[in-house]
């Protein structure tokens, strides 16, 4: 069965090539491609893509909200964020919110489409960047909300602390004895707490805004 | 009424300056020019004082106001001994003027005072002032009461001054009509006075004694009604006031003469003597002795029959008293307070002027500092905004320059599958696109003033490495120094510094064939130190120095201001060395 991919993306040039570039690709097909994310939720039902490729800088709805809307009405479609800014807070916004994973636009052809192979089979990317701004929001995650206190396990902790020394996936499977799959499912369980995590704070914010 | 006080006061004052009997306006003068340019302190204090005391009997106002100035002056220093003599002149300037109200009010003030200071002589001396403004309201009870303390003061402590206060009771018993106690107290005066070596000398001080005693024992038997004996001490007192021209005395003399020879029906004399002291310069300045004078010459033609010169004498008489009482007297008196007022306030006005003028410059300055701040923050605004603007506008343009870029790559990706025969064409195509790719990325890096600390070049140096050895199955151990982390760079060295840091790990990566390449930063003082180490195989580094390898090097090492070294040797792996300052 072939991946369905969904492209969202303002460039035309560029939606017109991965698009190419995605038909091309062995076992993929794309089955849409947008050139803004306004009517996300049509789009989507439309193209039924199992992958959503999702540029963050796009006119009207922004790239990260766009995930948003994706991950409440389309929970089970996987999400990699594409950009040109290697800009932090932007990646990492849209992990919290839901994207799978990210790559950058400088990345090559051929990388691109091996991205989207590992973010359909669950696979999670996480760079040294974005592994130190998780490990500062467990950090300073507060313990009088129990209730809501997610915390990582020591492998979890672990395989972060070696991202952060720049250690490829492949570097941490052989230093940890794991094979690189179990390190992705390790990154993508990190990523899952990190949602319930800034959802958890985002809820609470509501309550304290009075909000709910 | 007898002045005692007065003459208390002139023994102060004389025992002082001497110099005034012989040339007393060329001292004023040169007293003037001294207050002038003397500067404000205890010394021109006493010389104002002295200057007021001058004054006394001639100008009794400029007297009083050399005594307010004193006064003034000395609050001003905090300098209690020089309030207490200028409360002192106020208290005589306000007698002469017949002022007994006020004189009362100062000598108070000046009792008060004294009690502060607290030494015998002070409080001795504030004590007696009191009893003579009793005195001179006719109130003898109190004053008699006061001037016990006074005798109590000076038998405890103030041996060379009991003649005088001896002397002085005299008065007050005499207008009690006590003669005896006046005389018995006269006489102790004398024992005292002849018991003190430096009153029985042939000098002023001495004379000036003499000159009270004899005339107080005089006033003595005259009460008694010994006339004999009275006129006796009279001319004695009258001789040695005459010597040393103590005209108040000599006036006080004459009077007593006068009155002696009125008792005695000898008229003609009593005319004599009054005339005596009606005709003396100081009169004008003593009008209770004038009245006295003028009081004797019409009661005695009276008595003689001469209605008209009486009548002259009556008016005299009337006129002194009211220049004595009289509301013209007080205006005029009110009139020079107001004139005082009148300078203070000049002077409060002169100061509140440039207060005023102080204030509108401080308010002139605060409206530029306010303007200037404003101007400052409404620049760095309008700088911010075009910064936001051209931040936009470089984000917009990178935007879409990086997606054409990553279109053209994957353009030439999709060209190589159709033509295989134009692959070595389309792999430059996006050998340099992705090139460029890297370049604006380095770039837009190292200009966002975002990441200008030194854990973001960190952060960035070490995912480049991972991910370039990586590709290359190469191992990277990365480490630096935990203290690095604070540092900041300037964008030129994080630029320099990366890109230097780039090339040593491409040619790592592509030409050592290493298993494993070290990463080392550290600080050592306010350099940096980066050692990239691979155990790879190696060169001649004679051959490759100054190949154009070495040229992107040497390049960033110059605008780095930095050192560096390359250390190898075939098999031996390569150690790449940089050394720079940071501020």
Same mark, same amino acid.
């Given at each position: ?8 993306e303002? &460039?035309?040039?560029l939606?017109?090539?991965l ?20 009517? $996300? ?25 766009a ?17 040109v800014?290697?800009?932090? !807070?932007?990646?990492?916004a849209?992990i ?7 790559m ?8 691109m $489409? ?46 972060l ?22 390190v ?6 990190i ?9 958890? *704070? ?10 709910v | ?16 300056? @001497?110099l ?57 220093? &905090? ?39 607290n ?26 009461y006061?001037?016990r ?7 405890? @402590? ?7 206060v001896?002397?002085?009771s ?25 018991? $003190?070596p ?21 006033? %003595? ?5 010994l ?15 005459a ?8 006036m ?7 009155a ?5 029906k000898?008229?003609?004399? /009593? ?7 009606? &005709?003396?310069k100081?009169a ?14 019409a ?26 009482f009289?509301?013209?007297?007080t205006?005029? +008196?009110?009139?020079?307070?107001f004139a ?17 003028r ?35 506008? %470089?984000?917009?343009?990178?935007d879409d320059?990086?997606s054409?870029?990553?279109? $053209? ?5 999709? /060209? ?21 790719q ?7 890096? %190292?200009v ?15 995912? +480049? ?11 990277? %151990?990365?480490?630096?120094?935990a ?12 630029k320099n510094?990366?890109?230097f840091?780039?090339? /040593?790990?491409?040619? /790592?990566?592509?030409? @050592?064939?290493?298993e494993?390449?070290?990463? !080392? ?7 940096? *130190? ?14 490759? +120095? ?9 390049k960033?090492v110059?605008e780095?201001?930095a ?21």
């Open positions: 069965m072939e991946i369905k991919v969904a492209i969202f303002d &460039n035309k040039i939606r017109q090539s698009q190419q570039l995605i038909d091309n690709a062995e076992g993929m097909v794309c089955t849409g491609a947008f050139g803004d994310a306004n009517r $996300i939720v049509r789009n989507i039902q439309l193209a039924a893509p199992d992958v959503v490729l999702m540029d963050i800088n796009m006119p009207g709805t922004s790239g990260i909200e995930v948003q809307i994706l991950k409440e009405k389309f929970p089970q479609v996987q999400i990699l964020m594409q950009t800014f290697e800009e932090n !807070d932007k990646i990492f849209a919290c919110s839901g994207a799978s994973g990210y950058l636009k400088k990345t090559g052809p051929q990388k $489409i091996e991205a989207i192979h590992e973010t359909y089979q669950g696979g999670a990317p996480m760079t040294a960047s974005v592994a130190v701004k998780v490990l500062q929001m467990f950090r300073l995650q507060s313990p009088a909300q129990k209730h809501e206190f997610v915390d990582l396990s020591e492998r979890e902790k672990e395989i602390a070696l991202l952060v020394k720049g250690k490829s996936y492949k570097a941490i499977a052989s230093d940890c004895f794991i094979s690189i799959d179990t992705s499912t390790h990154v993508r369980h990523y899952e707490k990190l949602r319930v995590h800034s959802k958890s *704070e985002a809820v609470a914010k509501a309550i304290n805004q009075k909000l | 009424m007898n002045p005692v006080f007065v003459k208390i006061y002139c023994c102060f004052f004389f025992l002082q300056g @001497s005034y009997a012989q040339s007393q306006t060329r001292w004023i003068d040169s007293v003037k020019k001294a207050i002038v340019t003397q500067s404000a302190d205890t010394n021109k204090v006493n010389t104002i004082i002295s200057l007021s005391d001058v004054y006394r009997f001639t100008d009794p106002d400029s007297s009083l106001i050399y005594a307010r100035h004193a006064l003034t002056l000395s609050e001003k220093l &905090n300098y209690n001994t020089g309030i207490f003599w200028s409360m002192v002149a106020i208290s005589g300037s306000l007698y002469i003027l017949g002022d007994y109200n006020n004189e009362l009010e100062y000598t108070f003030k000046v009792v008060e005072l004294s009690k502060k200071i030494t015998p002589y002070i409080l001795g001396y504030s004590k007696g002032l009191l009893s003579d403004c009793y005195y001179n309201l006719g109130e003898y009870d109190t004053s008699m006061y001037w303390q006074v005798v109590n003061i000076a038998e405890r @402590s103030l041996p060379d001054e009991l003649f005088s001896y002397g002085n005299s008065h007050i018993f005499e207008a009690m009509h006590e003669y005896d106690s006046a005389m018995h107290y006269v006489k102790k005066s004398i024992q005292c006075m002849n018991a $003190i430096w009153l029985n000398k042939d000098d002023y001080a001495s004379k000036w004694a003499r000159s009270s005693i004899f005339e107080n024992l005089a006033e %003595a038997f005259a009460g008694k009604g006339y004999d004996s009275a006129l006796f001490y009279y001319r004695k007192s009258l001789a040695s006031s010597e040393i021209h103590m005209d108040l005395n000599e006080d003399d004459y009077n007593g003469l006068a002696l020879y009125k008792e005695k000898n008229l003609d004399s /009593a005319i004599w003597y009054a005339k005596k002291a009606i &005709n003396k100081i004008k300045a003593y009008p209770v002795s004038m009245l006295k004078a003028a009081g004797i010459l009661t005695s033609y009276e008595f003689k029959k001469k209605p008209d010169s009486s009548l002259k004498y009556f008016h005299v008489t009337i006129s002194v008293k009211d220049s004595l009289n509301r013209q007297k205006m005029a +008196f009110q009139h020079l307070l005082e007022h009148e300078k203070q306030n000049e002077a409060a006005a002169t100061t509140l002027q440039l207060q005023r102080y204030r509108t410059y401080l308010l002139i300055v605060l409206l530029l500092v306010v303007l200037g701040a404003a101007g400052i923050i409404i620049k760095n605004r309008r700088i911010k905004q075009m910064q936001q603007m051209r931040n936009s506008i %470089a984000d917009d343009l990178h320059i990086g054409t870029l990553s279109s $053209i790559s994957i353009m030439s990706e999709l /060209a190589k599958i159709k033509s295989p025969e134009a692959a070595s064409l389309l792999i430059a195509i996006s050998d340099s696109t992705s090139m460029i890297e370049n604006m990325s380095d770039i837009v890096w %190292a966002n003033p975002n990441n200008d600390r030194f854990e973001n070049v960190l952060q960035r140096m070490n995912l +480049f490495a991972a991910e370039i050895l990586d590709a290359k199955n190469m191992d990277l %151990a990365f480490s630096s120094d203290s690095l982390s604070a540092c900041r760079f300037t964008m030129k060295q994080r510094w990366y890109l840091f780039k090339e /040593a790990i491409n040619n /790592a990566a592509k030409y @050592s064939d290493a494993k390449v070290f990463v !080392d930063i550290c600080k050592k003082d306010n350099q940096v *130190e980066m050692r990239i180490t691979d155990n790879g195989k190696g060169f001649n580094t004679a051959s490759v +120095f100054n190949g154009n390898g070495m040229n992107t090097f040497k960033r110059k780095l201001n050192r560096f070294d390359i250390s190898s040797a075939n098999g031996e792996g390569t150690t790449v060395h940089l050394c720079f300052k940071i501020t």
